[in-house]
């Protein structure tokens, strides 16, 4: 089958086509008649299942676009309140709904008689949700939405003057690649310091997340977050100690690799001793790469190298364009990182970034990019539950991506001396995550397997983790103080907790279809589109087996994949 990215809207078979959600009352008869509905016959479970797929879907791309509309405009008090509504007035009221819905599910009769190669891993999913929904949780969830987005809004005003001008934290980000070194170390102190002017508000905000959050644990019977949190996320395939041996494979593996790059890096930049503010930078009178110019440069050249990848990937992005479906550069008042948001309804995803004209900007770019074939793909799909699929592979989706679309990075660069640069930075950076990934996550275990510490305590466990994995190549003298608060820069924390190993399990993912890519690019598209399009109908390894993968966090097989990057990086 070819894809087609000509993606139609969902047509309404159940819910009148002009319906629009604006609060409960006109909601609930809708949920009401499908709870209420006596299902006589398999074809009658199935139609059931349509129509709750469809309301899935109107109620899922209605939510969305709040976030969508307050994330690019975290001043605009309007939207915030219409988000804060649907999470106050709205999700709460569904979520009894939803759970009455899960068990007529799983207890009528003609379930049986669904196939089984499509249903499984929807109706494991489903009994999960029954297994963990606890009544006195929902307030607490409801609570937990709001209180997660002020993270987007602290950061959102975090802004630093350089030069008399004034750039959010994104734009002045790219000054780190200058040429001048005093200039780098200025800017990255101003960075540094702006985080530091509201490092107590980002402390009590996470005390208060944290507390929220074991408290939804403990009222679903587990005994932390932790543990709560990985049957939520539906981690049926791997266990807390396999993300323990991911680490340990990471501190073996990766960090003398990581080493290995910066020791170039500061020979390269002939400094006496490699400092935070110099791992961005260009040696002198070697200009910082400038792979476009602004938000329409940076849609154009992506679609061109999407094109000479796959068309069928230019259409992606071509259809979201016609739709309006990019924010792509940052501005103040816009909430931090970037973000690929499928709309279950319409099919075509939107994508948010923060542009600022670097490298890294084309790196985030073409990852969305890659999340939003991964929406399109799935959406044939006939249910929307068969649409949601593992983080697992969904970053495979984007990580991969940013591996395939090097080929074809000409788009961005017209010589060969910076499209080798680029080439460098991609490989380097697709190393140096991984031990960011462990920190991030192993902090992630700790702080909810302590859910009582003190803020001194999680400062002390932050250092002692960060030492742990932090190369010996940088030189961090004097800066305890920033390094103390590292954590506070990472939105996945306060926004979408212990989402993070994903990263890590999907970046080996990543480089074993690079691997099938090097040796055969069809066939390693094709794998990879195969995988993509089965959505969320296949248990994890099973997706990663349709990628030509396996599902391997095993220390000798990330020294496999490590050697196979560090090959390629030498012939560059």
């Known amino acids: 089958m070819v894809p087609n990215a000509a993606i139609e809207k969902i047509r309404r078979n159940f819910l009148p086509a002009n319906f629009q959600i604006t609060n409960w009352e006109s909601l609930e008869p809708w949920f009401k008649a499908v709870a209420d509905r006596a299902l006589n016959s398999k074809a009658d479970l199935e139609q059931w299942l349509k129509d709750i797929s469809e309301l899935e879907a109107v109620v899922s791309e209605d939510a969305c676009w709040r976030q969508i ?319 949601e699929y593992p983080m697992e592979i969904a970053e495979v989706a984007s990580m991969a991506m940013e591996l395939f679309s090097m080929n074809h990075w000409e788009a961005f660069f017209d010589n060969a001396a910076d499209l080798k640069r680029a080439k460098e930075h991609q490989l380097e950076r697709t190393i140096t995550i991984f031990p960011w990934i462990a920190i991030i996550d192993k902090f992630q275990h700790w702080v909810y397997e302590h859910p009582q510490h003190t803020v001194e305590q999680r400062t002390a466990e932050w250092v002692n983790i960060l030492n742990e994995f932090s190369t010996s190549a940088i030189d961090y003298t004097g800066l305890d103080a920033f390094r103390a608060i590292g954590w506070q820069r990472q939105l996945h924390l306060f926004e979408v907790p212990f989402y993070y190993i994903e990263y890590g399990i999907a970046q080996l993912g990543a480089i074993g279809l690079w691997m099938q890519y090097k040796q055969n690019p069809q066939q390693a598209l094709q794998h990879y589109m195969n995988a993509l399009s089965l959505g969320g109908t296949k248990t994890l390894p099973e997706l990663y087996k349709a990628a030509g993968l396996e599902f391997n966090l095993t220390p000798d097989y990330i020294k496999k994949l490590m050697e196979f990057v560090k090959t390629e990086m030498d012939e560059l």
Request: glycine share 4%; proline share 5%.
């Open 69 to 387: 509309k307050m994330t690019c405009d975290t001043t605009d008090k309007l939207l915030e309140e219409a988000f804060t509504y649907f999470c106050m007035e709205i999700q709460p009221k569904l979520q009894p709904y939803a759970d009455q819905l899960n068990k007529k599910l799983v207890n009528s009769t003609f379930t049986a008689e669904l196939d089984p190669q499509l249903y499984h891993t929807y109706l494991r999913s489903v009994q999960k949700s029954i297994d963990i929904f606890r009544e006195a949780n929902i307030p607490i969830q409801a609570e937990l939405s709001v209180l997660q987005q002020q993270y987007g809004a602290i950061a959102g005003k975090m802004t630093v003057e350089v030069a008399g001008k004034e750039y959010t934290l994104q734009q002045a980000a790219k000054f780190l690649e200058s040429s001048n070194r005093e200039l780098r170390e200025q800017v990255y102190r101003k960075i540094q310091e702006r985080r530091k002017q509201d490092e107590q508000a980002l402390h009590e905000l996470y005390s208060t997340l944290i507390a929220k959050r074991h408290q939804v644990a403990l009222n679903a019977g587990f005994d932390n977050y932790r543990d709560y949190k990985f049957k939520e996320l539906g981690r049926f395939d791997y266990t807390k100690d396999d993300c323990f041996q991911f680490h340990a494979a990471v501190k073996q593996h990766v960090l003398p690799l990581v080493n290995e790059i910066y020791a170039k890096k500061q020979a390269k930049l002939g400094l006496s001793e490699l400092r935070p503010w110099d791992t961005e930078a260009e040696p002198e009178g070697i200009e910082p790469l400038k792979p476009f110019t602004d938000g329409n440069d940076l849609y154009k050249k992506s679609v061109q190298c999407f094109e000479a990848l796959n068309p069928f990937f230019a259409d992606c992005l071509r259809k979201m364009n016609e739709l309006k479906h990019f924010d792509l550069e940052s501005r103040k008042g816009k909430a931090p990182g970037g973000y690929n948001c499928p709309l279950a309804e319409s099919g075509a995803p939107f994508i948010f970034m923060n542009a600022a004209g670097q490298m890294s900007d084309v790196t985030t770019m073409v990852h969305e990019g890659g999340h939003a074939v991964h929406s399109f793909l799935a959406h044939p799909l006939p249910l929307s539950a068969f649409k």
